[in-house]
């Protein structure tokens, strides 16, 4: 294009506005990289995928509208609308249809699975790992989620960590919480932070929504993790703080 020889256009309106030369740019497909000027090392393949992108260097476009208007470098979108929302962000990796689509300032997250992350804006080294995990989170950082729906409804929350289907679901706006197990979460806790949630269905989880500091293993052993006290045995949504081992909840024999 435009006398460039390092470059590749294959299809109508494909990098035609491409100024600059030996940027090595690759573009295949209707509209692909049509606004692009000074860029370079970027490779769009799909119907215009990096239509509207300009300035970016070492970005990776696959699928209609995918990176569709980055300035940023260094980005891979796999997927229809995958990142389709990113300007200038830096370092992002979306596998999936509308993964992180709304992102746009957003850096160094990953989301892989349909709806990955895809109501992230500004949010930071986030990793979402399953069909429509952390799809809510709009500025929240550095959480982790596996699973399908893995703490879909996180959307400010931070630091968070959720393994398996529908972990850390309910989570909202907590920050710092641990949820292991399939379905764990999934009800209750919306606000709180600094919990530790493991188990096998969405019967563990915290007292109450808002919950700070409590750990619960499986209904079974619970904790007090600010006052340090551990509870054996009951439903307790307390614990008391003053003693090593809290047994006033065990009402069988042992």
Do not use: C
């Not at 904790?223 to 065990?250: E, F």
């Amino acid at each position: 294009p435009n006398g460039d020889t390092y470059s590749l256009a294959v299809g109508p309106v494909t990098l035609a506005s491409q100024s600059g030369t030996s940027l090595y740019n690759v573009a295949v497909g209707v509209g692909a990289m049509a606004s692009e000027t000074t860029g370079s090392y970027n490779t769009a393949l799909g119907s215009q995928t990096m239509a509207s992108a300009n300035g970016g260097d070492y970005n990776t476009g696959l699928g209609y509208h995918a990176l569709n208007a980055v300035t940023g470098n260094n980005n891979t979108a796999v997927g229809a609308e995958a990142l389709a929302s990113n300007t200038s962000a830096n370092d992002n990796t979306a596998v999936g249809y509308n993964a992180l689509n709304a992102t746009t300032t957003g850096q160094y997250n990953t989301a892989l699975g349909v709806g990955a992350l895809s109501s992230n804006i500004n949010g930071n080294q986030n990793t979402a790992l399953g069909r429509m995990a952390l799809t809510t989170s709009t500025s929240g950082s550095n959480n982790t989620a596996i699973g399908q729906s893995a703490m879909y409804n996180t959307t400010t929350g931070a630091g968070n960590v959720a393994i398996g289907r529908y972990a850390g679901y309910a989570n909202t706006t907590g920050s710092q919480n641990i949820f292991l197990g399939y379905d764990v979460g999934l009800m209750t806790l919306t606000t709180g932070s600094r919990n530790i949630l493991i188990g096998t269905s969405d019967a563990v989880d915290t007292p109450a929504a808002g919950t700070d500091d409590w750990l619960n293993i499986g209904n079974t052993v619970y904790g007090d993790l600010s006052g340090k006290a551990i509870a054996i045995g009951g439903t307790p949504t307390s614990i008391t703080t003053d003693v090593t081992l809290d047994l006033s909840n065990v009402t069988d024999s042992m």
